[in-house]
DNA sequence: AGTCTTGTTGATATATACTATCATTCACGT
DNA sequence: ACGTGAATGATAGTATATATCAACAAGACT
């Protein structure tokens, strides 16, 4: 543990300080702007954010990191596997704490709001789709969308949907 | 049928005569760049096409449409339910032909490949989350990525992926 | 076939998401 | 405390996509 994350840690919420703690674990130093996007992170861990929410949320405090440490340090974290890309329908690009077992995502269109579930059961579709058309089949990316309880009481349109 | 159109069906592939008779009788001129862009849409019918890649086909052949008139033939497309945009894993927004039922897609990450499938086996997850989280499901998004039957032969590298 | 009308085009500018460059700064091991 | 290299911010650049608008042409009408 660095004297700098040291001094840092009794004023930083737990998830904040495990993220750092595996930023310097893998060699990379925690810096002052790195930790403002962790704290920036930390603060949506329950639902997703994209970039551009964090950006807001690290100006509204008059923190010091610009634009592009934001995006490098959302990209050292995916790297790391500390945080994952997930895809929207139309917003495309946001991002959530990863999973430790492999999951995937159920998003309120509304608010961004945020559910993970790990069983999609796909194996067999995935299984008789190998055999059938001679894909070697190494990822799949399932995604679920519609209102969070919060947004279907407060009586938010739902986005048409195919299911 | 119009006579511009008539003039050209002779010579024209069935898919953008289908796509041209749509785009008329929704009421949209069936114009030449427009029909160059049909003519790079039906080039890759078989697979995925992003716009990018309609725009050197176009190019290639020495075809007018410039890219403004690229991207809003595909967006007229999409919002006449001719063309669907999906979803890669990195390369995110790619597009292809949309499919008389309801369906997913299984895409080669090496080549863009494409097979359809229409049963995902989702509906027991999606009614359990339901039940269990409270959410409005109302759009589920699955992709399955791999390497097709030709890139696997040709040794393709694949894409670490989650099962 | 010629004319009219209105939807469409291409050039240009603009917006947004993201990356490359590089001089300056600062975290961290010593 | 110091030295070094990694990280930062400012800036410019790339990619994707959309807004504007004068010029154009598809299709209807005669
Ligand atoms: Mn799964
Ligand atoms: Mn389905
Ligand atoms: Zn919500
Ligand atoms: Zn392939």
């Known amino acids: 543990m660095s004297r700098y994350l040291a001094l840092r840690r ?19 130093k925690v810096t002052g702007p790195r930790l403002a996007v962790l704290r920036a992170i930390a603060a949506c861990a329950e639902s997703s954010f994209s970039v ?29 596997n500390l945080v994952e890309r997930i895809h929207g329908i139309e917003d495309c690009h946001r991002y959530c704490l990863t999973n430790e077992r492999h999951g995937h995502h159920l998003m309120c269109t509304q608010c961004g709001a945020l559910e993970r579930f ?20 190494t990822a799949h990316l399932v995604g679920l969308f519609g209102l969070c309880p919060n947004c279907v009481r407060a009586g938010a349109p739902s986005l048409p949907g195919r299911t």
Do not use: K
């Open 10 to 28: 009794a004023m930083l919420p737990t998830t904040v300080v495990d993220l750092a703690e595996q930023v310097a674990a893998a060699g990379y």
């Open 52 to 80: 551009h929410e964090l950006e807001q949320w690290v100006q509204a405090r008059g923190e010091s990191p610009g634009v592009a440490s934001i995006f490098r340090t959302v990209r050292l974290l995916c790297t790391l």
């Open 118 to 137: 790990n069983n999609c059961g796909m194996q067999p579709a995935i299984r008789h789709l190998e055999r059938q058309t001679g894909f070697q089949i």
